[in-house]
């Protein structure tokens, strides 16, 4: 688990949030395998329980953003700030049919990905009134 640990921290060490582009579940467990090994059934669990670590490390980050956050409208993206009214003004501007588009303009959806869901479904609801 340690180790798993180690590699999670050497993958992410030195980036900044918008490098990261979402934590995917299965990237990471690929990584720790690629650094560590396959692992035997009985250690399966230790790669998971760091990940989870990493995953609970970014929500009490949100959550921390959260409360500080002022704002009129819902915060959607916490890693860096962006509410709904921001996203709904880049989507109408852009057009962006995909919350890797939005990323590049307010960087929402670009860090711990966490928001994504949330991204899509405000790009579904303003093609929805097209
Ligand atoms: S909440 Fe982390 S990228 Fe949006």
């Known amino acids: 688990m340690a180790a798993s640990g180690r590699v999670l921290e050497g993958e992410l060490a030195g980036k900044v949030l918008a490098?990261?582009?979402?934590l995917s579940d299965a990237?990471?467990?690929a990584k720790i395998e690629d650094e560590l090994g396959e692992f035997p059934p009985e250690r399966k669990q230790c790669a998971s329980?760091?990940?989870e670590a990493l995953k609970a490390a970014f929500?009490?980050?949100?959550n921390a953003r959260a409360?500080?956050?002022v704002g009129d409208s819902p915060l959607i993206c916490s890693c860096f700030g962006v509410s709904e009214d921001d996203l709904l003004a880049a989507i109408r501007e852009t057009g962006a049919s995909e919350p890797k588009g939005l990323g590049r303009?307010?960087?929402?959806g670009s860090g711990?990905?966490?928001?994504r869901m949330l991204i899509e479904e405000l790009i579904e609801h303003?093609?929805?009134?097209?």
């Open 19 to 22: 490098e990261l582009y979402g």
């Open 27 to 29: 990237a990471l467990a």
């Open 49 to 51: 329980v760091a990940i």
């Open 59 to 62: 929500t009490n980050y949100r």
């Open 67 to 69: 409360c500080e956050f």
């Open 105 to 108: 303009v307010t960087r929402a």
């Open 112 to 115: 711990c990905g966490a928001c």
């Open 126 to 130: 303003v093609k929805g009134q097209a």
